[in-house]
């Protein structure tokens, strides 16, 4: 072994080591050398040197880096962000609604057009196209380095963005794969779909992909809706001018829509039509020819984009049509002549500030009709479907039914007298009392007391349950005030239980669209139909007649057996009829929507009228006539009520005096003498007055010049 790199001699270890002596200074530093040491960097020497890596190697491993992370990205995009979706809508297709008999009632969502094949459209249409949104289309690989180079040029001379850089695989990737957030992380995989996009497809296909999915304002989205939704012709048939209009709606299409901005489009179409010309696809004299396009819109019927019926149905018409990429058509339960028949009766009825809401269906749950407010263009929430408010009396069906159940007929006696359970002493309205009476006189004239002591004998629970089964989905609370319509819910759900009593199968679905849900048969056999007890049903029946015939839904009588029962809530905030003749069940609902009350508002009076007139359209009968009254009875029962006011029987005869929800009778006739003064309603109620003694008027005296005819008050005497 070789001592120190400048000793001769080898040197001999010992245990590995050099001895001592050998580890000495070197022998040049002790004296002179006999020659010059080699200058620094040229000393030979057999020990390893130290290695010292190039710097551009580093850089070169963080470009394998970065290329491989690029791979994974890009394999990572292949999962995430398949290729098949840049060939989805962008937006929900458009949804027509039919009417039962095919008539096109409504249609939501965007207009979607077929796709296109770039290939074969005419040259000018995807000219247009590329001379303004990406002139190096076929030059660049998904990022066009120049055309963000010269967006940012003009941008910072015009003080402002002014112009984008994205090319046209970056819009694909961005309209198909992404949201429109401004963020850089958005951004980043914009650039890296769009290389990609460029990896997996062909220019062609790019371009026809964009064309087919881009938006052009007025909802719709792709060229060939826009092609039939402005000019009423197709891509392949387009024009210069249109094709270049077309182009530039792609900037800014809500604004420059030519339906709402046609002066600003015509001036956008020129731009593009310069562009083309500069960039040498069509030559300065085609451009100079070419005019300002005209409009020619489809002349397809508008249709309204909602309505009440509308939105409550989409969401089961959008699951029925299933994934789609095109517009489809779906057939509802719909009937158009009854829906005009609501709003027709809804219009013409007097309703003030007040509120309205109607829903009619066949028993089965098929809604014909529905009318959700008076006007959906000023406030489009639904009252029907959405609102929640106390039933009022209209829940006594429950109570009755649940009565009925419990072996009680119509002809069973409950006491109507003041009752308290609990901490609650419920009241009637009127404040009269009739003792013992009938279940079917107690439904009938709606008494509080009577249906609260119904509750408490059969039981809060079987009540609920009474609900339950009949369809009401909504919270009940667990205590007696619900007899009188404490708990909330929706006027389609309260609808559909009467629905039930109607056919005789509860409980009852409300439903839209023609075609029953499909079912599966375990669903079939727990929540399946259920055929009501024909005794109970029966019996609810003569309940429900008899609050027409007899009661507080005198005015909702028709010509035709007829069924129903009236609604009112503490302080008139909310009055409904909800009934059925026919094969038709209808419910109408009038209230404030700040839950305000409305003084004078009962069921028996607005929506028991407002129920008779479209029932009577939609079923064309006429109003029940009103019987002769027999002034024998008349008599005999006015001096029965002289002798002892409370003795006349509450049913007797026509002389059925409602306890709530009954408006003032119309007077038909007046009976004078013995100091009596006998009113006749036209429903045959009678009110018994005593006469005043009479004071002189006008007429007795002589004529005075100051005793002069005042006009009626506005609104009487017309």
């Known amino acids: 072994m070789r001592g120190f790199p400048f000793d001769d001699e080898p ?10 002596d050998a580890r000495r200074a070197p022998a040049w530093r002790d004296t002179a050398p006999t020659e010059p040491p080699p200058p620094p960097g040229s000393y030979t020497t057999n020990l390893p040197v130290a290695y010292r890596p190039r710097r551009f190697r580093w850089v070169m491993r963080g470009l394998a880096a970065l290329l491989v992370l690029f791979f994974i990205g890009v394999g990572w995009l292949a999962l995430t962000a398949p290729l098949s979706k840049s060939l989805q809508p962008p937006a929900p297709p458009s949804v027509t609604l039919l009417a039962s008999d095919g008539t096109p009632i409504a249609r939501r969502g965007a207009i979607i057009g077929k796709p296109v094949d770039a290939a074969k459209l005419p040259k000018h249409v995807t000219d247009a196209f590329i001379a303004i949104e990406d002139r190096r289309f076929y030059h660049h690989w998904g990022v066009d380095p120049w055309g963000i180079g010269r967006a940012m040029f003009r941008n910072v001379a015009a003080g402002g963005l002014r112009e984008g850089g994205s090319t046209i695989t970056q819009q694909l990737a961005k309209n198909a794969f992404l949201d429109s957030d401004r963020t850089a992380g958005r951004k980043i995989r914009e650039v890296m779909i769009a290389f990609w996009l460029e990896a997996w497809l062909s220019k062609n296909d790019i371009l026809s992909r964009y064309l087919s999915n881009v938006y052009f ?19 392949a048939k387009l024009t210069i001018g249109q094709a270049a209009m077309l182009a530039g709606l792609v900037k800014a299409p809500s604004r420059l829509a030519p339906t709402g901005n046609l002066a600003g489009a015509q001036a956008r179409q020129m731009v593009v039509v310069n562009a083309m010309a ?9 451009a100079a020819a070419v005019k300002p396009a005209r409009l020619h819109p489809d002349q ?100 009755y039914y649940a009565a009925l159940k419990s072996r009680m007929t119509p002809d069973s006696t409950i006491e109507d007298k003041p009752i308290k359970i609990g901490q609650w002493e419920p009241r009637n309205s009127s404040g ?71 056919g005789g199968d509860y409980p009852v679905g409300a439903r839209g669209l023609a075609d029953a849900p499909d079912k599966s048969w375990l669903q079939q056999w727990a929540s399946g139909p259920h055929r009501m007890d024909e005794r109970v049903r029966s019996q609810m029946m ?154 002189d008027t006008p007429a007795d005296r002589a004529p005075d010049p100051r005793d002069r005819p005042r006009p009626p008050p506005e609104g009487e005497g017309r």
């Open 11 to 20: 040197l001999e270890l010992t245990n590995g080591m050099p001895p001592p």
């Open 217 to 235: 304002g007025d909802n719709v989205y792709g060229l060939s809706a826009a092609a039939k939704h402005y000019f009423s012709t197709t891509p």
């Open 278 to 286: 500069e960039d040498k696809l069509i030559d300065r004299a085609t």
């Open 300 to 399: 397809v019927a508008d249709l309204p984009d909602g309505s009440y019926f509308a939105d409550w149905v989409l969401p089961a018409a959008r699951d029925r049509a299933g994934a789609i990429s095109a517009a489809s058509t779906v057939t509802t339960t719909l009937d158009a002549r009854l829906q005009r028949a609501a709003e027709r009766s809804v219009r013409h009825i007097g309703l003030g500030k007040a509120q309205v809401a109607m829903v009619v269906m066949h028993p089965d749950g098929r809604v014909v009709a529905m009318v959700g407010g008076k006007n959906y263009d000023d406030s489009p929430f639904n009252r029907a479907t959405q609102a929640r408010r106390q039933p009022g009396s209209t829940f006594k069906l429950f109570v």
């Open 432 to 502: 009269r009392y009739r003792g013992q009476i009938t279940l079917r006189q107690a439904f009938a004239i709606s008494s509080n007391v009577a249906a609260a002591r119904l509750t408490q004998q059969v039981g809060v629970d079987k009540v609920i349950k009474a609900a339950r089964d009949l369809g009401i989905s909504t919270p009940i609370p667990n205590e007696a005030t619900i007899a009188l319509g404490t708990a909330t819910g929706s006027l389609l759900e309260l609808t559909a239980a009467y629905a039930a009593v109607a």
């Open 542 to 695: 003569d309940l429900l007649a008899a609050s027409i015939a007899t009661g507080t839904g005198r005015q909702a009588a028709l010509s035709i057996p007829s069924y129903g029962k009236t609604g009112t809530t503490q302080d008139s905030r909310d009055a409904l009829f909800i009934g059925f003749a026919g094969d038709l069940v209808c419910g109408v609902w009038v209230g404030n929507d700040d839950n305000s009350p409305s003084a004078g508002l009962s069921g028996g009076g607005i929506p028991a009228r407002l129920w008779r007139d479209f029932m009577q359209q939609a079923l064309n009968v006429g109003p029940r006539a009103a019987p002769a009254p027999d002034i024998f009875s008349t008599i005999s029962n006015a001096m029965d009520a002289l002798v002892d006011p409370d003795a006349a029987s509450p049913d007797a005869g026509n002389a059925t005096m409602p306890e709530e929800d009954a408006p003032a009778p119309e007077v038909v006739g007046n009976i004078n003498g013995l100091g009596l003064n006998l009113s006749i309603g036209r429903d045959g109620s009678i009110k018994v007055r005593r006469d005043r003694p009479r004071r």
